[in-house]
């Protein structure tokens, strides 16, 4: 337990999922040869004008919303002036006085106990190129200049490494889920800053802040944190003093390195961006795009554990955006849920995943889809019949009547059939019976073959293992 309280703050740019830019109509888009998604705009060419992509308006409207954020209804943007090779214009256009959505919050579950991390603001703002190092020399790709971010900052609420996590967990969820980024943090679509400072009492003032940059991970924010609270404790523990200061985290040594300190705050110059006219924020437009959000993560679970969803089914299914859409189809179905639920997340995904297929590439219909669940539940199929048809169920157009007929499957479910070559098999093999009982659980599965073989593979290997579990405990 350390003596010290740590106060975090986390900010997150985020890049919208727009077909265009935020300025321009050059092609927002990621993995093109370099400086193949640019034009005069993006380059910073003198004289020339931004055009607002009306897009990202709309999805900054929509993350405002799902992150509990007020909505400006008047807004302008800024010019955020500084100087760096990867900012040909010398300036970034950028939301100051007015960002478009403050005062939010996200609700984590840390173990049972709900807590509301505040969201100070969210901002609109167009991303700079990209740098790349090598030796002596730096080159610029502007294929990621005038991308459209929302940089979302937090109050200075958060009160663990591990809440950090969760906040982000869920963040992230509620922005993909909303379409509003793809958020692939691998490929820099989503990007997470952690400043942290530590005292020793609540009545203590804030201490000496240390900012986190170049985080490529939820579980590397987690881990910075962690070793930069080491750090700090120690050399607090030594009486040390340090200076505010940039650290970024080094994901080969696992741990934080110095970029800079902080002798002066910034300077960015703020003032109104001349040629971006103020922008009106009306009912309507919120109201329309308020239409377009889905059903959130946290209804999702809920609704599939009111359909006897286990919590671990529940929270898989909503992991996988493709099949919670598609098991949301099915919410008023008359089937066995938890049944469908299994299916989704055994032997269908399992295919998905080796085929490297979305379930909607696939022919399983949720018509075919509520056929196949009541097969399995009404025992005509088995957990091994359904193996031997999979690839048919997911590629061909046929019912799953029509494919269970032409794949030869019968099984035999009448429990007095099952019961009578139970019982011929025990009579045949007194061996293995007697090697059961003196607690050979190997003797069991030789006396199952037997009834397999005996019934050509066409009994319910469910209800004939608990038949003859049955028979031979008495």
């Known amino acids: 337990m350390s003596k010290y309280i740590p106060t975090i703050g986390i900010e997150v740019h985020v890049e919208l999922k727009t077909n265009t830019k935020i300025f321009s109509n050059s092609v927002n888009g990621y993995g093109q040869m370099a400086n193949s998604l640019t034009n005069v705009i993006d380059l910073g060419y003198p004289g020339t004008l931004p055009t607002l992509n009306e897009e990202v308006i709309n ?47 996200v609700e984590i579950d840390d173990n049972g106990e709900k807590k509301k991390i505040y ?11 990209k740098s790349t190092h090598r030796a002596d020399k730096t080159l610029l790709d502007f294929n990621r200049a005038g991308v459209p971010l929302i940089e979302i900052v937090t109050k200075p609420c958060i009160s663990t490494p591990e809440e950090a996590k969760l906040y982000l967990e869920k963040l ?19 990007r997470a800053d952690a400043n942290i400072s530590l005292r020793k009492s609540e009545s203590d003032p804030l201490g000496t802040k240390v900012e986190i940059k170049n985080i490529g991970s939820i579980s590397n924010v987690k881990l910075s944190l962690e070793k ?47 040629d971006i ?145 139970i019982d011929n098999i025990i009579s045949a093999n007194p061996e293995s019976v007697s090697d059961y009982k003196n607690g050979h659980d190997r003797a069991i599965k030789f006396l199952m073959g037997q009834v397999m073989k005996e019934t050509h593979g066409g009994v319910n290997p469910a209800i004939a293992m608990s038949i003859l579990k049955d028979k031979l405990d008495k």
Request: proline share 3%; net charge negative; aromatic share 8%.
């Open 172 to 190: 992230k969820e509620l922005l993909f889920y909303t379409d509003v980024s793809d958020c692939k943090m691998e490929e820099g679509s989503m």
């Open 277 to 421: 006219p103020t922008v009106i924020i009306t009912d309507e437009m919120i109201n329309s795009v308020k239409k377009t959000i889905p059903m959130l993560p946290d209804e999702r679970r809920e609704k599939y554990l009111e359909l006897g969803l286990s919590e671990i089914n529940a929270k898989k299914i909503v992991q996988n955006r493709s099949l919670s859409d598609y098991f949301n189809c099915l919410l008023d179905s008359n089937i066995n849920h938890q049944t469908g639920a299994n299916l989704l997340l055994g032997d269908i995904s399992e295919y998905l995943n080796k085929h490297e297929k979305s379930i909607t590439d696939t022919t399983l219909t949720k018509e075919r889809f509520i056929e196949l669940v009541n097969k399995i539940t009404d025992k005509t199929i088995s957990s091994k019949n359904l193996k031997d048809i999979l690839s048919k169920v997911m590629e061909e157009t046929s019912s799953i009547e029509e494919i269970i007929k032409s794949s030869n499957i019968s099984n035999i479910t009448d429990t007095s059939k099952i019961e009578e070559v």
């Open 59 to 105: 999805l900054g409207i929509k993350a405002a919303t799902v992150l509990n954020c007020k909505i400006r209804r008047e807004m302008n943007f800024d010019r955020k002036n500084y100087f760096y090779p990867d900012n040909p214009k010398n300036f970034q256009i950028t939301q100051n006085a007015t960002p478009i959505g403050y005062d939010g919050y």
């Open 119 to 129: 969201i100070e603001e969210m901002h609109i703002e167009e991303d700079t190129c």
């Open 228 to 274: 930069e609270m080491a750090r700090q404790e120690e050399m607090l523990d030594k009486g040390e003093e340090f200076k505010e200061q940039t650290r970024r985290f080094d994901s080969k040594l696992n741990d934080t390195v110095l970029m800079r300190v902080k002798e002066t705050g910034n300077d960015y110059r703020y003032f109104p961006e001349p």
